[in-house]
Every structure is written in structure tokens, then in C-alpha cells.
């Protein structure tokens, strides 16, 4: 069981998320039966969503519906990302030039965290969502980010994530995992087949560039099968891209 979250910020958030996978107005036993929560405290979460304004409720059809308060929270980052000069272009031309799933992956304490994702048109992808988040010693984002740190760090963020995953089984070796940093120190990018799932393989690099002072990566993911097949154009085609950018801000 991984670290604990304070309850009713996490009950929350998922009831927004719910929402965003739905998209359409939901009655009370729709969210506590989608969710697993007791009714009694679905009511009062939902009625203190409505009064704080993040929630529209039509009494007449006892729904709720997100307001844009909601999205008035967000709305200020794709700005926010687009003044640090040049990110959303890089990842389009990557997209181009390679088309598969492409992403700018950020490090989130622990994690790595997709910030700018972009699919291709055709049906050989299986992308995950904006704004999700990955175990930084379980990802070729976070190996490709991990190899920019020393030793020692690598270590402690280990002993980390082992302290955060301390009520599982999920465990990971420090001599594993530097073991796949040199690989990547060696080759200049992280390449995991069938990871997240079997079917499913990415290949990263970091950036020579930070967001605010956050370290990125650029990634490529597919099917398995695919991101094999062409993986050195993949790779050439990131390493020419690293190589050469430049955030418009520098």
C-alpha cells in the first residue's frame, strides 16, 4: 500500500476526475457507486463542492455537474508552460517526424509526470492522459532523468521510494536500478519494452533544458512491436531534436 493520502483531498479530486471520464451530469448514487463511498459522506463532499462553487447541482434532476471554476484552475498552465519558449513546438515536431505517441515528461518529487502529450492519427497507440503519473525508478523517463543525477541522489530517491511503498511489496534494488542508469548513461536515452503493460514500449531522453527549474524528459511510446521495429529512426530523430533545442526564453 503506497503512502497515505488525506482523505476527503483525495476523495475529491476523484469525484473530479469521475467527471472528466464521464462527461455529463451525475446523481448522488451514480458517484458513491462508481467511487465506493459511503452515501453519507458522497453527500456531504458533493453539498460542500457545491457551496465552495465547483459544483452545479439541478435539483430538479438531482445531478451535479462540474462549474468553471473548475476549469478556471487550470487554465492559466498551457500559458504558463508556452512563456517558458518553445516546448509545445518541440513536441510537435517530434510527433511529425516520428508518428507516435510523444510526450514531455516532467520529474514530480517521486514521480514523473506527463505535461504535454500529443497521439498520432492512426490506430496503433495507447496513450495515457495528461497529468499522469509514473514511479520515477519504474519509467524510461525517469531512468533518462536519473542518469543526469549522481550516484548518492540516485540512491536516496531509492530509499525513498522503498519508504513510500513501505506498506507493499513493490521494493526496489539500488544496484538494479544503477545498473540501468549506466546502460542509459552509456547509450544516451532509455529504452523499456513492454513496460507500463506487455504491449506497450517507450523510449526517452532528457532535456538540456528545465521548466522553472524542473528537469524534462522527451518521450516516444507504442504498441511493443512498433516502437522495436523503429526504434533507431526513434532514436535518431530524439537525439537530433535534443540536441539542437534551444528554449526560446534562453
Known sequence: MSQPTVKSALRTFEVLELFAERRLPLQLHE??????YPQSSTTALLKSMVMLGYLNYNRDQRSYLPTTRVAMLGNWLPGFIEAAGGFRELVEELQRRTD???AL????????QYIILLTPD????????VGVMRKLVDSSAGLSLMARMDDR?????CRYSNAYNSGDRTRVSYPQILQQVEQVRRL????????PT??????????????YGVPLALGVGGLADRIANRKQHIVDVLRDLVTSFRPASA
Open 31 to 36: 458517484i458513491h457507486g462508481a467511487l465506493g
Open 100 to 102: 507516435e505517441t510523444v
Open 105 to 112: 515528461i516532467t520529474r514530480n518529487d517521486l514521480f514523473v
Open 122 to 129: 492512426h490506430e496503433y497507440q495507447m496513450a495515457p492522459q
Open 153 to 157: 541522489s540516485i540512491d536516496k530517491l
Open 188 to 195: 544516451g536515452y532509455a529504452y523499456i519494452p513492454n513496460r
Open 198 to 211: 506487455p504491449a506497450v514500449s517507450s523510449i526517452t531522453m532528457a532535456l538540456d533544458a528545465e521548466l
